[in-house]
């Protein structure tokens, strides 16, 4: 295990919800992109026997990447050698069963009860906002699962009070709103992972917290890109940079392209010390 | 039952007795040849102001050529299911052929919001699975079903779901109202000239959607032998007697892929979701829809059987989808 002396940021919130991921739970993770990049990592490196459904049913694949643009389900190499193919409602079964355990998804914008927003930025009403895709299976994962971790870059307009929009449910209004609206006991957010820091939830509150920041970033850094102030752990972990071993994974197998991972910014150790490359002049 | 609290979108209303009467009048008992063009199954079975399904999509095994085929006779006022679909939900309304949009997840950008504010679109909002067990009611003649999923979302407000307390257990749960669409559109691996067909691999809700539909149209890969069904009758994933016409349509997805047959036209796929991104689909469609009289038309013309021989042996993962 060699730390990485230069990698890009979203290279770093792939390896560190790859290393959150366990044997012995079962996930739900978006068809692509880093949600699906995270399992794979986890899968190569970590933990093999790490079982996963997609929302077309696809049971524990074995897939084949590289794939064409688009095809992220319903695609041959993505169910390659699954142990089982059904449909988005077998899917849907099996997380309402209770049989999926952790969700992974990306979100376009959080809330401190960790609601998600996949529909619309602004007013929904009358076309006026800026328009997105919908849930699509993430509505599903949120209610269903018993814990999510939602993946999503650290800006200010993707870290709100309150969401424009409940896509998929995190707490909603906060305690016990879940169970009022119909979900199942015991479900809701866990983890919400960024390219600089990983937050949790606070028991009582349900609110969201940060629990950790990113080695290149300053805590004031990150509070700086949300929109409201978090309560605040006693202690903040800083996260391991990614390994050298990780890198060469995503790099040779998984986003060989950069397709996810080239955007955003690039870091690198300088005179021991982990930093943004586009902060370096500044300091 | 006690309603804790209602959506307010409008949804097309559940009627199980008069989809059974529909059954009752309109689908044959026995086995009767379906087989017909797609021009022919698209004039006869797609009616302006339809709900109108289709099962996956434009990339990947969905009946792409029929919904070019929706577009080019300019149908009007569809009600589309916009479950687990890319660009088709948009191509549908850039060409004048939707007004009305169930969303589960439907590619985005600009057309989306332009067609709303322009007041030539409506939507109301679910998610996909909300959409695929609506469909799963309708499919099994019931009224509503729960879900313990849905409630809470600013979504909710704007569909035609309810929360109820349960009055088994007095818990609150949402229902969803069945949904029968008018009309779907499948495309399938296999079938035979009656309906019977064969879809292999994942899909998303084409046995729902097929069985949920008062009026189904597939199209199919292959053209095989009704003996084939009788040699192997657990791979049959649709009955004949769901179904109302059968189109055979060889690269019936295309620009999308049919696992194990043969893949996406990457190219295509660009420059159709580029298209969508940048709000003009209308260069698109001129080049792929108006301009070609036919599927076969479009192939020939526009595709050419060296490029779909290329995307034949791109596909080279045969491995569970035949029998």
């Not at chain 1, 202690?235 to 080239?262: F, H, M, W, Y």
């Not at chain 2, 679910?126 to 003649?141: C, E, P, W």
């Not at chain 2, 296999?190 to 149209?217: M, P, W």
Request: proline share 6%.
């Amino acid at each position: 295990m060699t730390p990485a002396t230069h990698f890009a940021e979203r290279e770093h919130l792939i390896c560190t919800t790859a290393r959150m991921i366990e044997e012995n739970k079962s996930y739900w993770v978006g068809g692509g992109g880093e949600p699906l990049y995270t399992i794979l990592l986890a899968q190569r490196l970590y933990t093999p026997g790490v079982q996963y459904l997609t929302e077309d049913g696809v049971v524990s694949p074995k897939a084949l990447l590289p794939w064409d643009p688009l095809m992220t389900m319903v695609a041959s190499r993505a169910g390659y050698r699954a142990l089982q193919w059904g449909t988005m409602n077998t899917a849907g079964n099996f997380a309402q069963l209770g049989y999926v355990d952790i969700g992974i998804l990306n979100t376009l914008q959080v809330d401190k009860f960790g609601n998600v927003n996949s529909t619309v930025l602004g007013p929904y009403a009358g076309g006026r906002g800026r328009r997105f895709g919908g849930p699509g299976g993430a509505d599903t994962i949120a209610a269903q699962c018993w814990r999510t971790i939602l993946l999503t870059d650290q800006q200010k307009r993707k870290f709100v009070e309150r969401v424009d929009f409940i896509s998929s449910p995190g707490f909603l209004e906060g305690p016990g709103a879940r169970e009022a609206a119909g979900l199942p006991a015991g479900t809701g957010p866990w983890r919400v992972v960024t390219p600089w820091a990983m937050f949790g939830y606070e028991e009582k509150s349900c609110e969201l917290m940060p629990m950790a920041v990113s080695p290149f970033v300053t805590v004031d850094m990150v509070l700086a890109e949300m929109s409201f102030t978090p309560k605040m752990a006693p202690q903040l972990k800083t996260l391991d940079p990614p390994t050298e071993e990780e890198l060469t994974v995503i790099r040779s197998s998984l986003d060989v392209e950069g397709q996810t991972t080239g955007r955003g910014q690039w870091v690198e150790l300088r005179d021991g010390k982990y930093m943004l490359a586009e902060t370096q002049g500044r300091e | 039952m006690e309603i804790l609290a209602e959506g307010k979108g409008d949804y097309l209303r559940p009627d199980p007795d008069g989809f059974r009467a529909w059954v009752r009048d309109h689908k044959p008992r026995t086995l009767v040849n379906k087989l017909m063009g797609e021009q022919e199954a698209i004039t006869r079975l797609v009616s302006d102001g339809d709900y109108f399904a289709y099962d996956c999509n434009y990339f990947a095994r969905g009946p792409s050529s029929l919904i070019r085929e929706v577009i080019r006779q300019g149908k009007k006022d569809l009600w589309v299911c916009g479950k687990f679909t890319y660009v088709a939900a948009a191509l549908l309304v850039e060409g004048g052929c939707a007004s009305k949009l169930d969303i589960g997840f439907v590619g985005f950008g600009p057309w989306l919001s332009k067609a709303v504010a322009e007041g030539r679109l409506q939507t109301y909002e679910y998610s996909n699975v909300v959409l695929t067990y609506r469909l799963q009611a309708g499919a099994q003649g019931l009224p509503f079903i729960g879900v313990r999923s849905f409630g809470g979302t600013d979504g909710f407000p704007n569909s035609g779901a309810k929360l109820v307390k349960d009055p088994f257990s007095g818990k609150p749960v949402v229902l969803l109202p069945a949904l029968n669409p008018d009309v779907s559109i499948i495309h399938v691996h296999q079938a035979d000239i009656y309906g019977n067909a064969r879809v292999f691999g994942t899909g998303i809700a084409h046995v729902e959607c097929a069985l949920a539909s008062k009026k189904v149209i597939l199209s199919t890969e292959e053209i095989i032998e009704t003996d084939e069904f009788r040699r192997d009758p657990a791979r049959t994933s649709i009955p004949h007697f769901v179904v109302d016409a059968v189109v055979h349509a060889p690269f019936g997805a295309y620009p999308g892929t049919v696992q194990g047959r043969y893949a996406s036209d990457p190219a295509h796929v660009v420059e159709c979701f580029g298209g969508m991104m940048q709000g003009n689909l209308k260069a698109y469609l001129e080049k792929w829809v108006y301009s070609v009289s036919s599927h076969e038309e479009m192939l020939e013309k526009r595709v050419g059987w060296k490029k779909l021989q290329e995307l034949q042996r791109r596909e080279t993962i045969r491995e569970g989808y035949s029998v």
